[in-house]
């Protein structure tokens, strides 16, 4: 399996601000997905980086606010801007492998926007 | 309807008893179906995979999926207090590369 480290690992931030998350990868991956959990709730995908590529957005998140890095296949970004209160959650980096499709998680970014 | 569909519990169950969770999914097409456990505070950890009919077994977890029902479970034999915490499906639809998460169902296992 892959080992993913994530970066940092919680923070606490002021609304208006912006947090780069990190996360890297112990091997190349052809995809890095980016999940967030809100308090109490499930995982739900944000987008999708590809390497070379734009990230792929699922509805009801967008560019401006999640921008996203893929700049090589170990790596990649994610960004929460202009945060507002509803953003604390944790936010979650997955990857997939090339030899099966399961599923291996980072240790999370908690994160606190006051 | 949602993609994956869990009882979010809370699932009870004595310590040494087995314990059944279940899921449903929406996607007829569905290949790869997996079983997260989540403790408080964690990121999810993958402890089982299935991909065809019938059962899968990893030390006390069975995992069981019923393609022609969209069905799969998750059994846990001899459960032990360490086993206490949010139990994820997820499955990859048709097409899809990412992961379907349902909402978990907590178990909790009583000493």
């Known amino acids: 399996s892959a080992v993913i480290s994530q970066k940092p690992s919680r923070d606490i931030c002021q609304r208006g601000t912006s947090l780069t998350i990190q996360c890297q990868v112990d091997?190349?991956?052809?995809?890095m997905f980016w999940y967030r959990q809100q308090p109490g709730q499930s995982l739900t995908l944000i987008a999708t980086?590809?390497?070379?590529?734009?990230?792929?957005?699922e509805s009801g998140f967008v560019i401006d606010k999640f921008p996203i890095s893929r700049p090589n296949l170990t790596f990649s970004t994610l960004t929460v801007s202009n945060m507002s209160p509803e953003d604390s959650s944790i936010y979650l980096c997955?990857?997939?492998?090339?030899?099966?499709?399961?599923?291996?998680f980072g240790q999370g970014t908690r994160l606190t926007v006051v | 309807q949602k993609e994956v569909e869990q009882n979010s519990g809370p699932l009870s169950v004595p310590e040494g008893a087995i314990a059944s969770l279940n899921c449903t999914y929406s996607?007829?097409?569905?290949?790869?179906f997996f079983w997260y456990r989540q403790y408080s505070g964690k990121s999810p950890e993958l402890i089982m995979s299935?991909?065809?009919?019938g059962d899968k077994e990893d030390g006390r977890f069975t995992a069981q999926l019923n393609k022609a029902s969209q069905y799969v479970s998750l059994l846990i034999r001899d459960s032990q207090p360490s086993d206490s915490a949010t139990y994820l499906c997820?499955?990859?639809?048709?097409?899809?590369?990412?992961?379907?998460f349902g909402t978990g169902t907590r178990l909790t296992v009583i000493p």
């Open positions: 980086a590809n390497q070379g590529s734009e990230a792929t957005y």
């Open positions: 997955s990857v997939d492998t090339v030899l099966n499709t399961e599923a291996f």
């Open positions: 299935i991909y065809s009919n």
């Open positions: 997820a499955v990859i639809k048709t097409g899809a590369n990412n992961l379907f």
């Open positions: 091997s190349q991956v052809t995809m």
């Open positions: 996607d007829r097409g569905s290949q790869s």
